[in-house]
């Protein structure tokens, strides 16, 4: 059975991929590395769902560390740029590096992301940071296909789950 590290944006989208990669008979585990998420309250709001997530799916979910000055560093000078653009992919980028660095120490087969399976991001464009990274370990799965949003949503909702009502940095929210 080939191992993936999932990288985990909240507990709302995790749902639908893990259910995705199990039903594909991957072994799972998950990594919640997010320091574009502000403010911390929000954070820590984001990071208990994945409690519920790791219950009933028994995988283990691993946290990065939480350093918003490493986004902030980064992406603060495309401030006004629109969801999508430049800041959204060095976020990608930030949060996909990392995640390949866990996959290589773990010394699993594949990393991915949650980030795919929302309407609001290209997933070819994550596809073309994830391969970049590393063209042999990323899988490419675009998670809202054949209605994985809709089906992340239901679930998340039969678990009466938080959900999150902007994509995660202080630009999206205002
Ligand atoms: S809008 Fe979302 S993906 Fe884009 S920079 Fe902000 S948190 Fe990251």
Known sequence: MKKVLLHICCG???FGCIEKLKANDFYVEGFFFNPNIHPYQEYEK???VLKIVSEIYQIN???????PTLWYNLCEAYKDEPEG??????????RLQETFKLCQTLKFDYFTTTLTISPH????VIFDIGRNI?????????FKKDNGFKRT?????RYKVYHQNYCGCIYSKR
């Open 153 to 157: 949503q239901e679930l998340s909702h």
């Open 121 to 124: 991001k290209n997933s070819r």
């Open 134 to 142: 590393s063209e042999n370990h990323f899988l490419q799965i675009d």
């Open 46 to 48: 984001r990071k208990d």
């Open 85 to 94: 653009g430049i800041r959204c992919k060095i976020c990608y980028k930030i």
């Open 12 to 14: 709302v989208c995790a």
């Open 61 to 67: 979910i691993r946290e990065g560390e939480y350093v």
